[in-house]
């Protein structure tokens, strides 16, 4: 698996960096426990600073799937499999040890232990976060086999620019103008209430259906 190859540990160190580098500045600049929250799982933080550096490490592995990979594992779904099995291992690496680094700077910033409600409240954007990449990489692996030249080339870039335009451009705006919340696709990350519960897992159901498919008929398609 290409996330234990030693070249990786470049990549993980970089993230490692970027993870202690942004925390700390939060502390810097952050008084109450609720503000401190709020920061961490703002939206343009998100957008800007967490999710470009996961869907490197996923293009990564992408482009370590040499043809030789469809031979070896005897066929395009059970290489699929193989890719898609080592980007979700990234992203469930990628975001425990982010979620590892905010349990820590909250301790050392505040000091006493979680409660309880905070837990929860870390699992509820823990698995919001993974589902949310795990959406990404399924949208970037559909858009990469098409025949279009463009969005084979820059799939990753591509969903990376739509989960820009629909969490801080397209989402505000309906909000606006029809005056409730409405969330399309990657926008169900940081929906109020409970229905990203079911609405992610539908839609990472359904591209994972349509990737099996699109892999299977990957000549006509």
């Not at 293009?59 to 059970?78: A, C, E, N």
């Not at 990234?90 to 700077?105: A, D, E, M, R």
């Not at 837990?119 to 795990?134: D, E, H, P």
Request: aromatic residues 16%; glycine residues 6%.
């Amino acid at each position: 698996m290409i996330v234990l190859h030693r070249k990786f540990l470049i990549y993980a160190g970089g993230c490692l960096s970027l993870f202690s580098a942004m925390l700390f500045c939060l502390t810097m600049f952050t008084d109450g426990q609720s503000t401190w929250f709020s920061n961490l799982f703002f939206d343009k933080l998100v957008v800007f600073l967490l999710t470009p550096p996961f869907l490197f490490g996923a293009l990564l592995i992408d482009r370590s799937m040499m043809p030789v990979t469809i031979i070896r594992t005897k066929g395009r779904i059970p290489a699929l499999i193989l890719q898609l099995l080592q980007q979700y291992f990234l992203g469930f690496v990628y975001l425990t040890v982010w979620f590892i680094l905010i349990i820590f700077f909250s301790l050392f910033k505040f000091g006493g232990v979680f409660s309880g409600a905070d837990a929860i409240y870390l699992l509820s954007w823990y698995v919001r976060f993974l589902l949310g990449f795990l959406i990404m990489v399924n949208g970037s692996v559909i858009l990469k086999k098409s025949k279009n030249k463009l969005m084979k080339s820059a799939s990753y870039i591509m969903v990376y620019l739509i989960f820009v335009l629909e969490v801080l451009t397209i989402i505000p705006e309906l909000d606006q103008q029809f005056g409730i919340e409405i969330n399309l696709v990657f926008s169900w990350m940081f929906c109020n209430g409970t229905m990203w519960v079911i609405a992610m897992p539908v839609i990472l159901i359904i591209l994972t259906g349509t990737l099996l498919v699109v892999t299977q008929n990957e000549d006509i398609f």
